[in-house]
């Protein structure tokens, strides 16, 4: 079926911005190694500017949903690629990592002001059919900035230096803020005296208990945990279990991001079949069990079993991250908080992150790998149980509007 031009332009302009966000946010970690080098810092200082920007984009989220409802998604986006920007030039031109850390944590602020008002901008221009498939290409365009970053970032360091690609990432993240300023204008509503009203009426604080997202927010964390986790700990597991060296930290996370574009793909199929969001999350943490499961059975028979089955895992949460994440906060439209929805449910995906940055080194260190594996077994149990939980407080409690 042919889309319409408004369909087509709207959906490129979101999945151009945040492709950038994506580019201005991953590039330190991808650099992290050569500015351990460069600056001669220990790797847990390095550390400290991810970690830092972590915590700060996580907590951003809930203040820039709230916010996000109420400021034009046209402002609220170019000011938050130009503080992008902006960090990333300052970045380039420091040598204090201590300075650097600060930087990159405010970088994570600015970072917050994207996706909300986005999920905002779509969901109120489009029918709830055409804002699922809208939502799989945005969320598609943030896998494929990963392996833009993972791929280009390399080059980067053996002709220029990693600074390089610091200011490279702020000048397309500047020169995407004219596309976006004015090629957005005609789709940035005001918003009605009805809206505003409904905003006061019924928050998006006010839903949670009556819509059963407090489960979703716990499933959330679950998703979190695995999908960061995994890519952060995959190639130290490989390189302890197989002896690839480093070599196979490339292969690894340039691998997920590339399987995790067809995941989402196949979420968003699989919701034009089942026409909602819990049967898909529910289908998609069933694989993840079984691959669990799998893995467990099999992590020290082949490499490319392993590599392949984790690759299922983290790809199922990027699926279940756009039912949960991208799909679910449109169903909020009517009641005008789809950015303070989305942005809050998206705060509790770096619960997750954050927990498994050391909680994940922390179980394989005292019990070992296949413990750790175990436990992912575990959680995708929970997972599906609180999906359950959520589904049925769903279907009770709140009255569905697909446009």
Known sequence: MKKSNDFVLLTALCSLVYFISYLTRVNFAAALAEIVNDLKIAKTAAGIAV??????????????????????????????????????????????????????????LFQAMMWPPLARILGENLSFTEYTESCAFVTAASSAATVTVYLSVPAFIRISGWRASFVTSAVCAVLTVFVWFFGIARFDKKPTAKKQADQKKSGALRQFGATGLYFVMAVIVLQGMLRDGITTWMPTY??????????????TTVILPLFSIICVAVAS???????????????????????????????????AVTVA????????????????LGNLPARFRDKGCISAVSGTLNAFTYVGSAASAYGFAAVSEKFGWGTLIVSWCGMALAALILTLLARRKWHRNLQKSDN
């Open 51 to 108: 970690t830092g920007s972590f915590i700060t984009y996580g907590a951003g989220q809930i203040a820039s949903g709230i916010i996000g409802d109420r400021v034009p998604p046209r402002i609220m986006v170019s000011v938050g690629l130009l503080g992008s920007a902006a960090c990333n030039l300052a970045v380039a031109g420091l040598d204090s990592i201590g300075v650097i850390s600060a930087v990159w944590c405010v970088n994570g």
């Open 269 to 303: 199929r699989l919701m034009k079949r089942l026409k909602s969001e819990f049967n898909v999350t529910l289908l998609l943490w069933s694989v993840v069990l079984i691959a669990a499961v799998l893995l467990a059975l099999l992590r020290e028979f082949n490499m």
């Open 309 to 324: 089955l984790m690759a299922v895992i983290t790809g199922s949460m990027y699926g279940i991250n756009l039912m949960l």
């Open 238 to 251: 490989i390189n302890e279990n197989f002896s690839l060296g480093t070599g196979s930290s490339i292969l």
